[in-house]
């Protein structure tokens, strides 16, 4: 087994003591990342034993929220949004701009990191940022002012999706990120013009 990997006897001894941290009032809540095989994160979600979930969930994996396409060549998360809010827990989406690409160009901000690897999606980021630009749809007919705001309010559409974390590298952007999450989910019509594109793959 990858020595980096955590196993499901890891996971164990690891709720057991948080509980105990819990009974002593030295924590409220704890949660768990949501990376690694799916077969193996399903089985922990149907474990339980902790209130929080951070899963992957952007316009170019959407897996976690919705069933991929025949052939879809990257990580299924097998709707795991959907089960772990089944089970009450707090659903954290993550990389809900794909590390950057969702922001539609190959160009990072001077403090980002230089190099993302990618989770879940293509090999190289400069194919991730093609595949967003499948998405620019949206900002041409007026629904968002930038894919950046396309991928922050589809992922706040989703049910069971509790709160999105993006990272931020500067006041602007967190700025405009709280801009986009004001304006709410997309409409019902685009999040059906992307479940369409998600469809098929291309």
Known sequence: MDKN??????????IRTFESLHRQGKVRAWGITGMGPSEALQETVGKGGFQTIQLPYNLLNQSAGAPPP??????????LIDR??????????????????LSGTTERHPVAAKWVNPI????????????????EFLV?????????EAAVRFAISKPGVATALLGISSLDQ??????????GPLSEESRERIGAIWSRLE
């Open 84 to 101: 772990s809010a089944e089970r009450e827990m707090g659903v954290i989406a993550i990389r809900i701009l794909a590390g950057g690409a």
């Open 140 to 148: 041409e007919e007026g629904q968002a002012e930038d894919v950046v």
């Open 5 to 14: 990997l955590v196993s499901l006897e890891d996971l164990d001894a690891a």
């Open 70 to 79: 025949a052939g879809f060549p990257f990580q299924d998360y097998g709707r």
């Open 120 to 135: 879940a999606s293509e090999m190289f980021y400069s194919a991730d940022v093609v595949r967003a630009r499948r998405y």
């Open 174 to 183: 967190l700025e405009q990120a709280v801009r986009y999450v004001e304006r």
